[in-house]
């Protein structure tokens, strides 16, 4: 009897074929559906994978804005992933993601050669307590990617918990972790960034119409600070700044063990209530 | 003896005259020359522009990113607009700034139809003495764009200021307004996203190369909102999350008269030290 090495599912929907010279195609995985379509977060992650596994590539991720352009459907889509330039210390692309020959994504990505330099944190790690000492919330029912991600919120988790009536907010402090565990490396990392549930939820305390219209991800750490992470679980910090005519902000950090700051993240989400 | 209406400098530094069908030609102002090159809020602005004057736009800007691929030479540039999608609310954009025939910049924006929603503004307003009684801090020899703009810093303006050496920080609130004042509008506020002193001069309280790599502003308002705020001075805030590996984020806010949220805007800046 043999034993195959498991894929992870991020792995299996985050996995690309090349079809010709800059043109991918991937398929959308169940295992990541949202309430319709894929979760955002991988589909960014995809994204970024386009140029990860790029042969021209140089340096890692240090900024990745993903546009979503139309809802995407649960199936087969390309990429084309481009290099824009290749400068000495940083490399620009653009990606476009489309499915029936339309476009349901576009997205840049700036690389870069990272090198040790001063180095200072002016943001402040939340305070939380132990992830052993919480509880993990259950999956959503009807919502795949759920059973995808260990969640254990600090604040801010279900429909406005930890919010009293007095002084209500639209933030959210939770552990993560990819499940099954998987080490963490960019892909996963940029998938977490858009992990939080919805500010919107927190804040109005009931569950309305939303979708992402666009996020930018920037990246604090190398490779090798996400290696030392491993599959220790991470720290997400989430609040919004204003709501009003449409569409709300977000504004997310992602703290790795030791209170190293892995990711800052922004989006803006249209919502209709 | 006729007098001609006089073209505001901002009007005139962003431009274009149409070349063909999606593109357009510009030409970098002298007045908002930085220390090499053209101030980068000023190309973003103009990236907006060129999506603001097509026939076919519809609705206001809601996100705008633009990535800085190459230095931007003090002459005439080319950009290419692109609608990528039009939705029923919202509308995508893909932009494209060369210089002799090569990629300097490279833009995307989301422009929607803003409806009245439920509204509330979670980030707070910074405290702030009135703008009459600050003092406007003299233009930067050398750096012709500081002339463009009236700024009265209130915390964080020059190296170090308001900072002690037991609370290091990066964090700079100031009063705004373009020089000669102009009655504000999503041009004159996507160049405002970006006139924060870079946060590292702040916090190391000395000057050392830096590049905006690239930076995303979020709109929160419509052309309405803007009309009222006119040629008031506008409130500024930013602050820096992590600097490291040769880059810094910055976090920054514009606060309209009122304490109304105009945009928030967030970049990732290169810095050599």
Redesign the interface.
């Known amino acids: 009897m043999t034993s195959q090495p498991e894929i992870h599912p991020l792995d299996q929907a985050t996995r690309l074929v090349q079809l010709s010279d800059g043109l991918l195609s991937g398929h959308t995985l169940p295992a990541y559906g949202n309430m319709v379509g894929p979760f955002g977060g991988v589909i960014a992650a995809t994204l970024l994978n386009a140029v990860l596994r790029h042969p021209d590539r140089q340096g890692a991720p240090?900024?990745l804005?993903v546009?979503f352009?139309?809802p995407i459907t649960a199936k087969e889509f390309q990429i084309q992933v481009q290099p824009?330039?290749t400068?000495r210390?940083?490399q620009?692309w653009?990606m476009t993601l489309t499915q029936d020959e339309?476009?349901a994504a576009?997205a840049?990505a700036?690389f870069?050669n990272?090198?040790?330099?001063?180095?200072?944190?002016?943001?402040k790690c939340p305070d939380a307590p132990a992830w052993e000492s919480l509880d993990c919330v259950p999956p959503v029912e009807g919502i795949a990617f759920t059973r995808c991600y260990e969640m254990r919120y600090i604040h801010g988790g279900t429909l406005g918990e930890g919010s009293s009536p007095g002084d209500?907010?639209?933030r959210t402090s939770l552990w993560m972790r990819d499940s099954p565990p998987r080490p963490l490396d960019f892909l996963s990392l940029a998938a977490l960034c858009d992990l939080f549930i919805p500010r919107l939820f927190v804040?109005?305390k009931r569950i309305v119409p939303i979708g992402t219209?666009?996020m930018?991800a920037?990246f604090?750490?190398?490779g090798h600070a996400l290696q030392i992470q491993g599959t220790h679980p991470v720290l997400g910090f989430a609040?919004?700044?204003?709501?009003?005519?449409?569409?709300h902000?977000q504004?997310a950090?992602i703290w790795g063990t030791g209170g190293i700051?892995l990711a800052?993240s922004?989006q803006?989400v249209?919502?209709?209530?």
Chains 1, 2 share one sequence.
Request: glycine letters at 4%.
């Open positions: 240090l900024v804005t546009n352009v139309a824009v330039r400068n210390s940083t620009h653009s339309a476009v576009t840049t700036v870069a990272r090198r040790d330099t001063w180095s200072a944190t002016d943001a209500p907010h639209s804040r109005r219209v666009s930018t920037y604090h750490v190398d609040r919004a700044s204003h709501f009003g005519k449409g569409y902000d504004v950090e700051l800052t922004h803006i249209y919502f209709k209530e």
